[in-house]
């Protein structure tokens, strides 16, 4: 079946380290985002991409990094500059052509500090 | 800059009456799009309906329908015929124009269906 994959479903990071999120798709989307969102609040967005080997800064982009060296993969580091990473946080992917350009969403990873 | 409201944190309705979530936007662009979204508990988004801002008809999927109101920049969300499973919180979105990809998310109204 189609569809996203986040993992791990929970991370523990410890003071000074970074940490990398999985994200997979096979929707053959071009596509690609990462949000993050705090309890009892909307989502923001980290960063995006529309392309392999490109992305965007988002609204909430310092203390992460990002990579798309495939059309399939988009990892989140949150690093150790980002001071209060504990969220949840959730990646989706959208075609950049078609009805809406709907996003899908991947069943979120979520981050505790220690 | 989009801005989206949701201007209710929390309704309760009961089962088999139908609720309708308000959702209000701010935008420039006179093309841009409008999403909702399901979060139950479990975390994960699911898509729920569409709307375009240059559609004619309000969108409809099955017991979902959006009421589109572009001169008051509202897009309300019906449910009809309440389910216990349609317990959970209840997001709005707006994409910008057309080679903007990026949502902007409301900041959401938990619904409790009450038997």
């Known amino acids: 079946d189609g569809g996203i994959t986040q993992s791990?479903?929970?991370l523990f990071r410890k003071e000074g380290q970074n940490v990398t999120l999985s994200c997979e798709q096979n929707l053959n989307h071009d596509a690609m985002y990462w949000y993050r969102q705090d309890p009892g609040q909307g989502l923001r967005l980290i960063y995006y991409s529309q392309i392999v080997n490109d992305f965007q800064k988002g609204d909430i982009a310092e203390g992460y990094s990002v990579s798309r060296e495939k059309k399939e993969s988009f990892p989140l580091t949150v690093t150790s500059a980002q001071k209060n990473p504990t969220a949840f946080y959730l990646c989706a992917s959208s075609p950049t052509r078609g009805t809406g350009e709907t996003q899908y969403f991947g069943p979120g990873t979520r981050l505790l500090v220690l | 800059a989009q801005k989206i409201t949701q201007t209710q944190p929390g309704m309760f309705v009961q089962e088999k009456e139908a609720v309708t979530l308000d959702c209000t936007y701010d935008t420039s662009d006179?093309?841009?799009g409008l999403f909702w979204y399901k979060q139950?508990?479990?975390g994960?988004?699911?898509f729920l309906i569409y709307q375009g801002s240059y559609d004619q008809q309000n969108a409809t999927e099955g017991r979902y329908s959006l009421n589109f109101q572009k001169a008051r920049k509202s897009a309300n969300l019906v449910i009809s015929a309440s389910q216990l499973g349609d317990s959970a919180m209840y997001f709005c979105a707006m994409r910008g124009p057309s080679n903007d990809y990026k949502l902007s998310f409301g900041a959401?109204?938990?619904?409790t269906v009450r038997a």
């Open chain 2, 44 to 46: 994960e988004m699911i």
């Open chain 2, 40 to 42: 139950p508990s479990s």
């Open chain 1, 8 to 10: 791990p479903k929970y």
């Open chain 2, 108 to 111: 959401g109204t938990t619904v």
């Open chain 2, 30 to 32: 006179p093309s841009y």
